[in-house]
T-cell receptor, first 115, second 112 residues
Framework: GENVEQHPSTLSVQEGDSAVIKCTYS??????FPWYKQELGKRPQLIID?????GEKKDQRIAVTLNKTAKHFSLHITETQPEDSAVYFC??????????????FGKGTHLIIQP | NAGVTQTPKFRVLKTGQSMTLLCAQD?????MYWYRQDPGMGLRLIHY???????AKGEVPDGYNVSRLKKQNFLLGLESAAPSQTSVYFC???????????FGDGTRLSIL
C-alpha cells in the first residue's frame, strides 16, 4: 500500500517568515495530494490540493509543488501569521478510475509561529 | 446544510463493552470513510464505503465493523472495546469521481 513520509514533525518560524513542509510518497499510481490544517480539538480542514497533472498550485499565501519523478510534494506558506499555527497533514490517494480508497496521511507537522 | 455530523462527540467505555458511532452526511456523497487519529500517527483509514450497501477494509480494520444501510449514514461498530481503541474517530465523505473529503468534528472515545 501507499506510504507517506512527512518532515519536519515540528517547525518553528518567526512571524512574517516562510514555512515549508515536505512529503514523500511511495506509490507512483497516487495522483491526488491534499493538505489539511488541523487546529487543536478541531476537524482537519482542506487548505489546498494538487493533482498529478499539475506541477504547482497557489492560493494567496499558500502554494503546493509536486515532483512526480521524485515522488515528493511540498507545502509553502509565505508571510506567516499567528493564525497559521496548527498541525498540517499531507496525504495521497489514487483518485482516478473511480478509485475510492481513502487518503493515506503523513504523521503531521506542528507549525509554530513565533511573534 | 450541516455537512458531516458525527454522534456522539465524547464517550467513555469499559473494556469489553460495545457501541456504535454514527456518521451522517447531507451532501448526497457516494463515498464515506472512517479514520482514527492517534497522537503522532496522523489519521489512519479503518473502513470505507463506495455506496449504499457496500463496505471495504482500510489500513486498520481489526476490531471494527461498519454498515451503510442508507446512503447518508455510515456506522462504525466496536463489538468488544479494548484500551487500544482509545482514539479520536473521524468520519469523512466525498463525491464519486474526484473531489475533496469533508470531515466531521470527530468522536473522542476512551476505553478504560
Amino acid at each position: 500500500g501507499e506510504n507517506v513520509e512527512q518532515h519536519p514533525s515540528t517547525l518553528s518560524v518567526q512571524e512574517g517568515d516562510s514555512a515549508v513542509i515536505k512529503c514523500t510518497y511511495s506509490d507512483s499510481a497516487s495522483n491526488y495530494f491534499p493538505w489539511y490544517k488541523q487546529e487543536l480539538g478541531k476537524r482537519p480542514q482542506l487548505i489546498i490540493d494538487i493533482r498529478s497533472n499539475v506541477g504547482e498550485k497557489k492560493d494567496q499565501r499558500i502554494a503546493v509543488t509536486l515532483n512526480k519523478t521524485a515522488k515528493h510534494f511540498s507545502l509553502h506558506i509565505t508571510e506567516t501569521q499567528p493564525e497559521d499555527s496548527a498541525v498540517y497533514f499531507c496525504a495521497a490517494s489514487m483518485e482516478s478510475g473511480g478509485g475510492a480508497d481513502g487518503l493515506t496521511f503523513g504523521k503531521g507537522t506542528h507549525l509554530i509561529i513565533q511573534p | 446544510n450541516a455537512g458531516v455530523t458525527q454522534t456522539p462527540k465524547f464517550r467513555v467505555l469499559k473494556t469489553g463493552q460495545s457501541m456504535t458511532l454514527l456518521c451522517a452526511q447531507d451532501m448526497n456523497h457516494e463515498y464515506m470513510y472512517w479514520y482514527r487519529q492517534d497522537p503522532g500517527m496522523g489519521l489512519r483509514l479503518i473502513h470505507y464505503s463506495v455506496g449504499e450497501g457496500t463496505t471495504a477494509k482500510g489500513e486498520v480494520p481489526d476490531g471494527y465493523n461498519v454498515s451503510r444501510l442508507k446512503k447518508q449514514n455510515f456506522l462504525l461498530g466496536l463489538e468488544s472495546a479494548a484500551p487500544s481503541q482509545t482514539s479520536v474517530y473521524f468520519c469523512a465523505s466525498r463525491e464519486q469521481g474526484s473531489g475533496p473529503q469533508h470531515f466531521g468534528d470527530g468522536t473522542r472515545l476512551s476505553i478504560l
